[in-house]
Every structure is written in structure tokens, then in C-alpha cells.
């Protein structure tokens, strides 16, 4: 979290966004799943809004594992 507020402060969008994904899978090792879903999407959406597509991508597949929406519209996860 100190990370992420440090990143957000000088003003560099991709490397707060790969911190909110370190942030979501250290929350899904301590159980906290909804959390974990919330950085991942916040971070999804910062990676795709700056065009970092390989970066997306490992987002998208950390989505996934979490049991959050895959990229495309209107699919359901396997928890939905």
C-alpha cells in the first residue's frame, strides 16, 4: 500500500498499476479476494487506459485467477 501511495504521488501511472497487482496478490494470500478483485480491476484499467498490452494481458490472467471478469463484455466468470 506504502508503494502504491508513493507511485500515485510522483506521478507514475504504469508503475502504480503493476503495484496495485503486487497489492491484489498479496491480499488473495491472505484471503481477502474482494480486495485483491478491486486492486486488480484498478490496475487492469490503468495498464489498458496507458496501452501497456502485455502488461494488460497479465492482469487480465490475474483477474481470472481471482474469479474476477475476463476482458470482454458480457462474459461470466466461472463463480457467476
Known amino acids: 500500500e506504502e508503494a502504491l501511495a508513493a507511485?500515485?504521488?510522483i506521478r507514475t501511472p504504469y508503475e502504480a498499476a503493476?503495484?496495485?497487482l503486487g497489492l491484489a496478490r498479496?491480499?488473495?494470500a491472505r484471503d481477502r479476494r474482494d480486495a485483491a478483485r478491486e486492486q486488480a480491476t484498478l490496475g487492469l484499467a490503468a495498464l489498458?487506459?496507458?496501452g501497456a498490452r502485455r502488461a494488460a494481458k497479465d492482469?487480465?490472467?490475474l483477474l481470472?485467477?481471482?474469479g474476477g471478469r475476463r476482458?470482454?463484455?458480457?462474459?461470466?466468470t466461472p463463480r457467476e
Open 7 to 9: 507511485y500515485e504521488a
Open 48 to 50: 489498458e487506459g496507458l
Open 64 to 66: 481470472v485467477w481471482l
Open 71 to 76: 476482458a470482454g463484455a458480457g462474459e461470466l
Open 26 to 28: 498479496a491480499l488473495a
Open 59 to 61: 492482469a487480465r490472467r
Open 18 to 20: 503493476l503495484a496495485r
